[in-house]
């Protein structure tokens, strides 16, 4: 599991072996950010079914030319919080419209169902298109593509401590836990539970920040002035354009195929 | 507590990206960068703590813990739990992108508000008391989160508002639950490292302290 945080390699399940980057992964990461991006906005302000389920096509056509694992990725994409699916099931009885089928009195609408409907599928279209374009990148590769693309220094530089010590406080965590464990520790439902989660949770907490004065030292020690140097081999090639250029066609179709659907009917 | 993207009003998603930017460059102007090390490691802390599941009845839930984010980084939690959503959007697909400035302010303003208002408090008072204050700010945040989640869908249609009660009053074991814990997490803060719940020149203060104490102890036997 704590592989999972590791800073330097995606975030994803390791396949072990085989490391030429899958299609997706050889173009430029700053154009797969903003195309993410755009996909993101274009998807959910899409009115129709139909057009959403295009949109989830694409995504499903971009996650096949990944090197993702494909039952993980699908998981991901469907676990939603809790409460998104009480809500998207009680929204066909909350709206009103016309009556499709009714349970224990309470009437379920039309309308209402096509709602829920069309808000799953823009989400799941927009967490796998996500998953597809940037989950392969790794953390710090992520990092410095923010930093190319203009975002505040102080928070790419925040974000790359967070990513380096996720790993790092989870092992911290496993051993504190296996420490609990190997005194008989069993949660349940009662005081002692959350009285000993805070206690770990605290402990993590103080220990964490020692650490980070121990780093501040040591950054100190090595000359730290308050600059990080950003090095990357980032280029934006013909392809990159190409590639650009052909997804934000497709987006752009969609949108639009969709608006005009919308004052047709 | 992540909402979807596509469930929301266009109008909800523009407001929560603003209210995000806004909060982010506050946040970010109270960071200088000596201080980042130390922020990170807590944003890794509490990405951390949202992997740690307690029990609650026969389900379990994730810790949150963004009172305590508030208690211990006051504005810089802003970016700390904006950084650990988006994380946690990118390579987990938990929530989405275009939510992303609701999903943070929902989360990171209740911290904050938290914090500036039971830092103050907190700091001066004995480790018992601190403990009932941080185990209010705990719950107080995990409500107001609620609060404002509830809100968010409200304000995209009035179909939601059934569905957005519902979810304010399912939370409430999980704000009793994070009130506890955030307890006991500041009696042992307080009790290990107090100089973590002052407000930041006291802090300096204390360090110095503890620099002068430990100088003291060098001298003496060591203690193992």
Redesign the interface.
């Known amino acids: 599991m704590s592989h999972l945080f590791g800073h330097d390699q995606p975030l994803k399940v390791q396949t072990g072996g085989g490391d030429a980057p899958s299609l997706v992964g050889t173009f430029d990461p700053r154009v797969r950010v903003i195309a993410a991006c755009v996909f993101a906005i274009v998807v959910v302000v899409l009115q129709q079914i139909e057009f959403a389920l295009g949109a989830v096509a694409l995504a499903a056509v971009t996650m096949s030319l990944t090197d993702l694992p494909l039952r993980v990725t699908l998981k991901r994409m469907a676990a939603m919080d809790g409460f998104i699916i009480v809500m998207l099931v009680m929204l066909p009885f909350t709206t009103p419209g016309t009556t499709m089928f009714s349970v224990l009195g309470a009437e379920a609408s039309k309308e209402g169902l096509m709602h829920a409907v069309l808000i799953g599928i823009r989400a799941n279209a927009v967490v796998l298109m996500m998953l597809s374009l940037l989950s392969g990148m790794t953390p710090v590769a992520l990092g410095h593509t923010l930093y190319r693309l203009k975002c505040p220094p102080a928070l790419v530089h925040l974000m790359m401590f967070t990513v380096r010590y996720i790993s790092v406080l989870h092992d911290e965590y496993h051993r504190l836990r296996m420490a609990m464990k190997l005194r008989g520790f069993k949660a349940r439902n009662n005081a002692h539970t959350y009285r000993s989660g805070g206690d770990l949770f605290g402990m993590l907490v103080v220990r964490s920040l020692e650490r980070a004065e121990r780093v501040l030292d040591a950054m100190k020690c090595r000359g730290f002035s308050g600059h990080f140097p950003m090095i990357d081999d980032m280029a934006f090639r013909r392809r990159d354009g190409v590639f650009a250029v052909f997804f934000l066609a497709l987006i752009a179709a969609l949108v639009v195929l969709d608006r005009i659907y919308v004052f047709a009917y | 507590?992540?909402?979807?993207?596509?469930?929301l009003a266009?109008e909800v998603?523009i407001g929560g990206g603003v209210l995000a930017v806004a909060g982010?460059g506050l946040g970010?102007r109270k960071?200088p960068?000596?201080k980042?090390?130390?922020?990170?490691?807590?944003?890794?802390?509490f990405?951390?703590?949202s992997?740690?599941?307690?029990?609650?009845?026969p389900s379990?839930v994730h810790?949150i813990?963004s009172g305590?984010a508030g208690l211990?980084l006051g504005w810089t939690a802003f970016?700390?739990l904006?950084?650990?959503l988006?994380?946690q959007?990118?390579?987990?697909?938990?929530g989405?992108?275009?939510v992303l400035g609701v999903n943070t302010v929902n989360i990171a303003l209740p911290a904050v508000l938290a914090g500036l208002l039971f830092r103050g408090m907190v700091s001066r008072s004995s480790p018992v008391t601190a403990a009932v204050l941080g185990g209010v700010a705990g719950a107080f945040s995990i409500a107001l989160t609620t609060l404002f989640?509830a809100i968010s869908?409200a304000l995209s249609g009035d179909?939601?508002?059934?569905?957005a009660k519902?979810?304010f009053f399912?939370h409430i074991p999980i704000m009793v639950?994070e009130g506890?814990?955030?307890?006991?997490?500041?009696?042992?803060?307080a009790k290990?490292?107090p100089a973590?719940l002052q407000p930041a020149d006291a802090a300096a203060d204390f360090q110095l302290q503890a620099a002068v104490l430990r100088a003291k102890q060098a001298g003496e036997a060591p203690n193992g």
């Open positions: 507590m992540h909402i979807v993207d596509g469930a266009p998603l982010l970010l960071l960068i000596d980042i090390p130390a922020t990170g490691v807590l944003s890794a802390t990405f951390v703590a992997l740690i599941h307690v029990p609650v009845g379990s810790l813990m305590l211990v970016p700390a904006f950084v650990g988006l994380l959007a990118i390579f987990f697909g938990f989405g992108l275009t989640v869908l179909a939601f508002i059934p569905a519902l979810v399912a639950v506890l814990v955030s307890a006991a997490a500041v009696y042992l803060i290990v490292k973590l």
